[in-house]
């Protein structure tokens, strides 16, 4: 679809359909363009392969290789969802020694800790800002800020707790009706960036094997992305759990 703008999708009826942001993942059968495709090693679980099409691949990326967390650093990250916990995931890989993960769901820290989160922070329990209490928590903020949610508002937290002089601020969610505004003298005197990942700046040909091979070494934790699996006919199963913050990852299986 994206090179010549046809859709390659239709219903038993023969009526078009769309993709929802180039992606498929709920049909059965698709045509995709060959450069879509990554052949992967066939004794990787299907259920843990699928995770890296995209989710925990961008969020790994996003540590590993857009902001490039380096060892012995902190890292805030804002949304310790799916994506906020590949965040932590890469990070740790990286060797970050402080993790600090920000979300309004309690249940998340336990998730967290297998990842790497080290602290948590329930804004609803702050009586400050998120920011102001990373920034205190740290002595001048954390080296590498995530946001992981897609709100205008927490980007301007993130950045607000990012250290002057080299902080990265690192924006993953999407909130395309919000314009985010920063002042120049502040982005110039202070030292710090920000800036955008897509898809983690993964290279899907080369780095999804090597992400894979890293799992089946037992560096790359994926397993305990996957919360809950169910079959086709469940899908709304699989919706109500993650609007109820229930689940990570809820694999769905075309074959059970």
Same mark, same amino acid.
């Given at each position: 679809m994206p090179r010549d703008g046809t859709s390659r999708l239709s219903n038993p009826e023969g009526e078009v359909l769309y993709h929802f942001i180039n992606v498929s993942s709920f049909s059965e059968y698709a045509v995709v363009d060959i450069a879509h495709i990554t052949k992967i090693d066939p004794s990787v679980p299907p259920n843990k392969a699928c995770l890296l099409s995209c989710g925990v691949a961008t969020g790994v990326g996003a540590a590993c290789k857009t902001a490039k967390? !380096?060892?012995?650093s902190t890292v805030a990250i804002f949304g310790i969802g799916a994506i906020g916990l590949a965040v932590a995931e890469g990070a740790r890989l990286c060797g970050a020694t402080r993790i600090i993960g920000v979300d309004l769901n309690p249940d998340k820290f336990e998730i967290g800790k297998k990842f790497g989160v080290t602290d948590f922070i329930n804004p609803? !329990?702050?009586?400050? /800002?998120?920011? *102001?209490?990373?920034?205190?928590? +740290?002595?001048?903020?954390?080296?590498?800020?995530? !946001?992981?949610?897609?709100?205008?508002?927490?980007?301007?937290?993130?950045?607000?707790?990012?250290?002057?002089?080299?902080?990265? +601020?690192?924006?993953?969610?999407v909130d395309p009706k919000t314009q985010l505004t920063f002042?120049?003298?502040d982005i110039l005197h202070s030292g710090k960036s920000i800036m955008g990942s897509f898809y983690g700046n993964l290279k899907p040909k080369s780095d999804i094997?090597?992400?894979?091979?890293?799992?089946?070494? /037992?560096?790359?934790?994926?397993?305990?992305?996957?919360?809950? *699996?169910?079959?086709? !006919?469940?899908?709304n199963k699989a919706?109500?759990?993650?609007?109820?913050? /229930?689940?990570?990852?809820?694999?769905?299986?075309?074959d059970k």
């Open positions: 967390v !380096e060892a012995g609803s !329990e702050c009586n400050n /800002k998120p920011s *102001e209490v990373i920034n205190k928590m +740290t002595d001048g903020g954390a080296d590498y800020c995530f !946001e992981c949610v897609g709100l205008g508002s927490l980007v301007q937290e993130a950045y607000a707790c990012c250290r002057k002089g080299w902080g990265k +601020t690192v924006i993953l969610g002042g120049s003298f094997p090597l992400l894979l091979q890293r799992y089946m070494n /037992k560096e790359l934790n994926l397993d305990d992305f996957v919360t809950h *699996e169910v079959g086709l !006919e469940d899908i919706f109500d759990l993650l609007l109820q913050g /229930k689940s990570v990852r809820c694999v769905i299986w075309m």
